[in-house]
């Protein structure tokens, strides 16, 4: 069922005009003024003063001001109701609604953070779980709807543990969860029911985009709906890539995707579980966008890169860190070179599935990070050297901090050279 923008009728006192004003000020002064409407003149040339309606059994009125209730079918918003932040408009909605159940464990109840992907609301998992909602029906979701500017509405749960970090969505409202959402440039739209989109990971796309990759070879081990294959296609300007996914609904969108962005051309999509990936000596560069851990990864990422010249892994990993006592500065880290990219956000999408933590990142590269780093290198070096019988020679370029994953867990990208070492 769709959202209808249908105004919910409220209830009101009309009166004469010469008696308006002091039934006004009797109102306001026994707080029973609905203050989210404006006066309005009705049929008649009387005029109509929104009431509270859960409080309409405390009215009392003077006999003095002849007046008698009415349901207004078309309020209009008064100046302040305009104001409101959309938190506080889907709380005030809910409370008319529930009238005289409303109660403080509702209100803790009501969410005040979401995602917005269009004309779809994603609300959090926490968020409406009192026994009363389920009473109201489709009128709760309807009204949320309205109050948010929706026209559909999911709840998301926790991320099943099925091995494709597949999202527990719920839709409440709305016939499908297919959305479209922009992120430098890029077009991606998904199923929110059946794939993940983490806006969390906007800083590590908008410096992917900015990597010197033309006429390079990507293999993305784990592609997804393209959150990484796209921007090095459509910005970084890699010549193809070799996109590889094992869940079929994220390969759907993939490949509408690709389409969407003109790059369906330039992509060959693996369906299916990487680690029997059969590519080999074709790579410039992996991407193993993988966390907590793209370890088991790492043995086909050495196979796929040329063995004659080698590329760069940028490995994905979320790593554990103690706290920190300097003070932040700025969330790009670099071991040896790179430049900084910085991101903004509009504030509608409010926070993904995956910013659990607050914490803000230190300018400087933590002990936890570099060598978790090394260790990460040393381990890709004994892989090369034992795949190919030859030495090579493994570089730390950079450590990125992409975000704080949860309390003192960080997701970072290590940008890790791997290149053969010649015969002297």
């Not at 968020?127 to 309205?146: D, N, Y």
């Not at 739209?189 to 990597?211: Q, W, Y």
């Amino acid at each position: 069922m769709e959202a209808r923008d249908v105004p919910i009728p409220v209830p009101a006192l009309v009166t004469e005009p010469r008696f308006a004003q002091r039934l006004r000020e009797h109102l306001e002064e026994e707080q029973l003024l609905d203050g989210r409407y404006r006066l309005q003149e009705v049929p008649g040339g009387r005029v109509a003063l929104p009431v509270v309606e859960e409080k309409l059994s405390q009215l009392r009125l003077p006999q003095e001001i002849p007046c008698g209730l009415v349901q207004i079918q078309d309020p209009v918003p008064s100046r302040a109701a305009r104001r409101q932040t959309p938190a506080q408009k889907l709380q005030d909605e809910l409370r008319r609604l529930l009238g005289k159940s409303w109660s403080s464990e509702l209100e803790r109840d009501v969410p005040r953070a979401w995602q917005r992907h269009g004309d779809l609301v994603l609300l959090s998992e926490d968020c409406f779980r009192a026994a009363p909602w389920e009473k109201l029906g489709p009128a709760l979701w309807e009204t949320v709807a309205s109050a948010l500017g929706a026209r559909r509405l999911a709840r998301r749960g926790w991320v099943l543990p099925d091995g494709m970090r597949s999202p527990n969505v719920t839709l409440l409202l709305g016939q499908d969860g297919w959305v479209e959402h922009v992120d430098n440039g890029i077009r991606y739209t998904f199923d929110v029911t059946k794939c993940m989109f983490s806006p969390g990971n906007i800083t590590e796309k908008l410096r992917v985009a900015s990597l010197p990759c033309s006429g390079e070879v990507l293999v993305d081990l784990y592609a997804g709906i393209g959150y990484f294959t796209l921007p090095y296609l459509v910005h970084a300007a890699a010549a193809f890539a070799h996109a590889c996914e094992w869940n079929g609904h994220a390969v759907e969108a993939l490949r509408r995707n690709l389409a969407l962005n003109g790059v369906q051309d330039r992509c060959h999509i693996h369906y299916g579980d990487s680690r029997q990936l059969e590519l080999r000596d074709v790579a410039d560069r992996v991407n193993l966008g993988l966390i907590p851990s793209s370890e088991e990864g790492w043995p086909v990422a050495c196979r796929v890169l040329k063995k004659g010249t080698g590329g760069v892994l940028h490995i994905h990993h979320n790593v554990e860190t103690g706290p920190s006592p300097a003070p932040p500065q700025t969330a790009v880290l670099q071991a040896e070179q790179g430049s900084l990219e910085g991101a903004g956000s509009d504030g509608e999408v409010q926070h993904s599935a995956e910013d659990g933590g607050k914490e803000t990142l230190g300018a400087r590269i933590r002990p936890e990070w570099q060598r978790w780093a090394e260790a990460a290198a040393a381990r890709v070096r004994g892989l090369l050297v034992e795949l190919h019988g030859q030495p090579w020679r493994t570089s730390i370029l950079r450590i990125e901090a992409v975000k704080s994953y949860a309390p003192h867990v960080h997701h970072l990208v290590l940008d890790l050279e791997c290149r053969p070492m010649l015969p002297t």
